[in-house]
């Protein structure tokens, strides 16, 4: 084998094993010290390694071994060189041993879910969870994230380590919590893989590659966890509920890259695999006997599926389902989607009454949608004025291009 | 704190589109004012001449130098600003995430002097 045919199987075996293993050997190596950036510094250096190696001596047979026994030493070093203040030598070796009789085991245990708790624990800051996940977890670098989530690569870099030193300094253990908090601190890791994506998803049209890689890792990271956790409804109904999202994303843009409106868009571009899983999922969910924010989204998500396909009307069902959501979370963000069913079924002026309760909401001054929400109603009751007005504030807070070319479309299409 | 949203893109671009389309970027331009008026954050805002018209002045060593076009010729030319006053660098990013400039050019945003520097 030639060395350019040999470094480019080392380097897509060691991809293959990053994305298998990165979080399993991050989880393992962080697991007993708590020290998660001395476990990625550690691993960063043994994938270096293992692309100057392979290449010259072959890929070993077990890569993910090859790669734990390397990161180990390096761990070591760096945890040596970081702690020698607060560590004792006795202490350190009893790390070492751990991980030697770990290491020594064929099947490196997979502590990944222990470390996606910890990553989301109520003592770290709700807006660095989701990063925090994602480097952890899957090895993503600051600066990407950073991008995806609109934060300066500098403060993000801060965030992470800040985060990071909560973890080890607070104690933050690493493990799955017990049966009776086991629904609340789930609830914290979904919500942070929910923001993950929603991020991914702000790039409707998967342009940025950055953006839809996000969506594809906010699933990967909840199939993890219903992997771990496979009798837990609310993880399975957000999987459900995302796999429901990223099926349609194709049919959100026509062929000039224009926005289509769920009500608009054409059912046979939907991913029908996609919506078979999900639909399996949620179906999975409800079996299990616990209704959750998660079950209750992507069942709204499902009925849009249905009624789409059929043609048949299912305004009222989507209502109820939207009633017991608000019931759950109480949130101007539901009220308003509920607006919009309630539109459908008892005509614009009953959904206006409907979003005049949140309307006071300082959070939905800013919120694109519900301006967005507000127009479309008030240009159906024939308010043109201030549906104008409305359209005006959903565009100047719209991020995207082509939504916000879609919005000016229905603002001059408004009568004068 | 005040940030400043400085708006770069290619002069070219904007010259170049139809006009049905620059109307409808300026349309979104007014819309994004607009928004931020009613966000009660802006603190001023303006649209430049083509960097064309642009003369600069320097003064050294008693001499005065004056010269035609901008500063820096470089493919993307300031060409208009947004001056905020919002709580933090994260809010002032989501507003440049907004701004249509973002999707045709790029907007650098800073802090006005003393926000960061702490002066």
Redesign the interface.
């Known amino acids: 084998m030639d060395s350019f045919e040999s470094d480019g199987l080392a380097s897509s075996t060691a991809d293959a094993v990053a994305r298998r293993s990165y979080g399993k050997l991050v989880a393992f190596l962080a697991a007993r010290t708590r020290d998660v950036g001395a476990a990625e510094d550690a691993l960063s250096e043994a994938f270096a390694a293992a692309l100057a190696d392979w290449p010259r001596n072959g890929c070993p047979s077990n890569p993910e071994g090859w790669l734990l026994t390397v990161a180990r030493r390096k761990f070591i070093d760096v945890a040596r060189g970081r702690r020698r203040d607060e560590i004792a030598g006795e202490e350190l070796r009893a790390i070492t041993e751990g991980l030697d009789a770990a290491a020594a085991d064929a099947e490196i245990p997979d502590q990944r879910l222990a470390l996606l708790f910890a990553c989301a624990h109520p003592a770290i800051d709700v807006r660095i969870r989701a990063p925090l996940m994602l480097q952890a977890v899957l090895g993503l670098d600051a600066a990407m994230i950073a991008s995806a989530f609109l934060v300066s690569p500098a403060t993000m870099g801060q965030r992470l380590v800040r985060a990071k030193n909560t973890i080890r300094h607070a104690g933050i253990p690493f493990r799955i919590p017990e049966r009776e908090e086991l629904p609340q601190r789930l609830e914290t890791v979904l919500d942070a893989i929910y923001a993950a994506f929603a991020e991914g998803w702000v790039d409707a049209a998967g342009v940025d590659m950055a953006r839809r890689d996000l969506a594809e890792e906010a699933i990967f990271l909840c199939r993890l966890v219903t992997e771990l956790l496979p009798s837990e409804p609310e993880a399975l109904g957000l999987l459900a509920l995302m796999l429901h999202a990223e099926a349609r994303r194709q049919a959100r843009r026509n062929v000039d890259a224009g926005y289509v409106p769920l009500a608009e868009q054409d059912p046979a571009i939907w991913n029908a695999h996609m919506i078979d899983e999900a639909e399996a999922l949620l179906f999975r969910a409800s079996n299990l006997g616990s209704i959750g924010r998660y079950q209750l989204e992507a069942a709204i998500q499902s009925a849009h599926v249905y009624r789409c396909r059929t043609g048949r009307p299912n305004w009222a069902e989507v209502v109820q389902l939207y009633d017991a959501l608000l019931a759950l979370s109480g949130s101007p963000v539901v009220a308003i989607n509920r607006a919009l069913a309630i539109a459908e079924m008892d005509g614009a002026g009953a959904a206006l009454d409907a979003i005049q309760e949140v309307a006071a909401d300082a959070r939905l001054a800013e919120y694109q949608p519900y301006w967005a929400a507000r127009a479309e109603l008030l240009a159906k009751t024939g308010a043109h004025g201030e549906a104008r007005h409305a359209y005006e504030i959903a565009i100047g807070l719209e991020r995207d291009a082509s939504v916000r070319r879609f919005l000016q479309q229905r603002q001059a299409a408004l009568a004068p | 704190m005040e940030y400043l949203l400085m708006l770069y893109s290619e002069e070219n671009g904007w010259l170049k589109m139809p006009k049905a389309q620059q109307e409808?970027a300026m349309?979104?331009y007014?819309?994004?004012?607009?928004?931020?008026k009613?966000?009660a954050v802006l603190k001023g805002s303006n649209r430049l001449g083509l960097s064309s018209t642009a003369t600069t002045v320097r003064v050294a060593n008693g001499k005065s130098e004056v010269l035609n076009g901008p500063f820096a010729e470089s493919k993307e030319q300031l060409g208009g600003y947004y001056l905020i006053d919002v709580p933090d660098?994260?809010a002032a990013?989501?507003w440049a995430?907004?701004c249509?400039g973002?999707?045709?050019g790029i907007v650098e945003v800073r802090p006005l002097w003393g926000v960061a520097t702490g002066a």
């Open positions: 409808q349309g979104a007014m819309a994004y004012t607009e928004a931020l009613k966000a660098l994260d990013l989501s995430a907004r249509p973002a999707s045709h």
